[in-house]
């Protein structure tokens, strides 16, 4: 069974570094990997979509690498702002048809001014 | 525009009672899913049903049913027999393998 990991549980850090947050998979026969956000009471909101054939995708501030292979993504968030600050989610979709994914735990981030 | 509603936004019951949530997509979406969201917890899937009249449990199904009587919507009934009711819960929708949409959320506080 898919167990999806993700580390670190909590981040809090000043306005404008860079940060990267890590998502770890332990099946690596998957059809693509996504990264959610989720703010306080809210459903959550795609932010990018790697298929398995991918290496990373981009946008904005935000760029998510994908390593089937050794069963990692990294969401990279660049120059962070308080705006920032919500819980960050990976889910990984598997191969073979049924496209039911499996969630991590997230990660709270919270950017201070 | 295109999206996934859930009503209502806060709901609460007396313990014993049935409590049905509702989910409602136009983004004529085939696959609907249900999740329950507790702290610390990460998502956990009730139900699936990726087409209409047909549904599949999910890890967490005892104490919950459903019914996808029309492709738009996928309700969620709360049995009194679901031990411990109290969560936040979310419906979403995708189609083939694209990107899963998420409505906006249903919290239910049993006491």
């Known amino acids: 069974k898919q167990e999806v990991t993700q580390i670190p549980a909590a981040l809090s850090v000043p306005e404008g570094e860079n940060l990267v947050l890590n998502c770890s998979f332990t099946?690596?026969?998957?059809?693509?990997l996504q990264w959610f956000r989720q703010d306080p009471g809210k459903g959550l909101t795609s932010l990018l979509l790697?298929?398995?054939?991918?290496r990373e995708q981009t946008s904005g501030r935000l760029n998510a690498s994908l390593d089937k292979s050794s069963g990692r993504s990294t969401l990279y968030i660049a120059a962070s702002q308080p705006g920032d600050s919500a819980t960050y989610l990976c889910a990984v979709n598997p191969s073979g048809g049924s496209y039911i994914p499996t969630f991590g735990r997230g990660t709270s981030l919270i950017v201070h001014p | 525009d295109g999206g996934i509603t859930q009503s209502p936004k806060y709901l609460f019951r007396k313990e014993g009672q049935n409590v049905t949530l509702s989910c409602e997509q136009n983004l004529n979406h085939d696959a609907m899913y249900w999740y329950r969201q507790d702290p610390g917890q990460g998502l956990r899937l009730i139900y699936y049903?990726?087409?209409?009249?047909?549904?599949q449990k999910g890890d967490i199904a005892e104490g919950y049913s459903v019914s996808r009587e029309k492709k738009e919507s996928f309700p969620l009934t709360v049995t009194s027999a679901q031990k411990n009711p109290t969560a936040f819960y979310l419906c979403?929708?995708?189609?083939?393998?694209?990107?899963?949409?998420f409505g906006p959320g249903t919290r239910l506080t049993v006491t």
């Open positions: 099946d690596s026969a998957i059809y693509n």
């Open positions: 979403a929708s995708s189609i083939g393998t694209s990107i899963v949409h």
């Open positions: 049903s990726q087409i209409v009249n047909d549904f």
């Open positions: 790697i298929q398995s054939s991918q």
